[in-house]
Every structure is written in structure tokens, then in C-alpha cells.
């Protein structure tokens, strides 16, 4: 199979990278997306997450949570609340 595009394609990517501000439709891309599997960062650059995003966010829900729940708790304790 030949990976060499005609000039007509070139023309009709160019002419798309111009509309959609660079972007290249998928079945013209050389690679596949980098991050639909968690190949962890590119090489030679460091791991910038720190821990998981979803758990700290749950975390910090939960906390919330409960501290309205404390505060709930002790608006109805109050006499004539």
C-alpha cells in the first residue's frame, strides 16, 4: 500500500488544516491518538500528574459532603431550629 498522498490530497489537507485551524481529520493522520492508551508521558519528560485526579476529586466531594452534613446536624440540634 503506498503512503504517498497525490497533490490533490495535499491540496484538500492543506485546505482542511486551514478550515479547522490546524486540526487534520482522523483518516488522514499519520499516527494514532496518543492518548486512547495510557502510554504514560512522552519520552523524556516527567510524570506531571501527581497521583490520580478522579480520587483526590472524590475525596475532596466526600469531605465537603460531610462537612455539610455536620453543619445540618447541628443547625436541627439547635433549641427552636
Given amino acids: ?10 491540496r484538500h ?7 479547522t485551524g490546524g486540526s487534520v481529520p482522523e483518516e488522514f493522520r499519520k499516527k494514532k ?3 486512547q492508551e495510557d502510554l504514560g508521558p512522552p519520552a523524556n519528560t ?4 501527581k497521583g490520580d485526579r478522579r ?3 472524590v475525596s475532596i466531594a466526600r469531605e465537603r459532603y460531610l462537612d455539610m452534613v ?3 446536624r ?3 440540634l439547635q433549641p427552636g431550629g
Fill in 46 to 49: 516527567p510524570e506531571r500528574r
Fill in 1 to 10: 500500500m503506498n503512503n504517498e498522498l497525490t497533490e490533490e490530497q495535499k
Fill in 33 to 35: 491518538e496518543r492518548r
Fill in 70 to 72: 455536620l453543619r445540618e
Fill in 13 to 19: 489537507l492543506e485546505e482542511l488544516r486551514q478550515r
Fill in 55 to 57: 480520587q483526590s476529586r
Fill in 74 to 76: 447541628a443547625l436541627f
